[in-house]
């Protein structure tokens, strides 16, 4: 059975989604990575995990992103909503280790 012309294209657009996406997945975790080293580096100099006054630093960069996101714009609470699952996620994920 032939794809229709539609049908392969949509496949391909799948197909950058899925790569976008890879990269999303390896991206986070390299972020992970490095605010794992963060945690270490604040415990050795005595200091408290969480850091309000940086998480609220990190949303507004992602803000930002989204003010210079052009055309295909991203909404600013997408983007705030996103840097505050990330970051809170990450303050869970150092707390237990």
């Given at each position: 059975?032939?794809?229709s012309?539609?049908?392969?294209?949509?496949?391909?657009?799948?197909?950058?989604?899925?790569?976008?996406?890879d990269?999303?997945?390896?991206?986070?975790?390299?972020?992970?990575?490095?605010?794992?080293?963060a945690?270490?580096?604040?415990?050795?100099?005595?200091?408290?995990?969480?850091?309000?006054?940086?998480?609220?630093?990190v949303?507004?960069?992602?803000?930002?992103?989204?003010?210079?996101?052009?055309?295909?714009g991203?909404s600013?609470?997408?983007?705030?909503?996103?840097?505050?699952?990330?970051?809170?996620?990450?303050?869970?994920?150092?707390?237990?280790?």
């Open positions: 059975m032939e794809m012309s539609g049908e392969a294209e949509l496949r391909e657009i799948r197909k950058k989604i899925d790569e976008i996406d990269a999303i997945a390896d991206l986070l975790s390299k972020r992970m990575q490095c605010a794992h080293q945690k270490d580096v604040k415990q050795q100099m005595n200091k408290p995990l969480a850091d309000m006054h940086r998480e609220k630093e949303i507004e960069k992602w803000r930002e992103r989204a003010r210079r996101s052009g055309d295909y991203l600013e609470e997408m983007m705030s909503t996103i840097a505050a699952f990330v970051t809170r996620y990450t303050l869970k994920k150092e707390e237990q280790e």
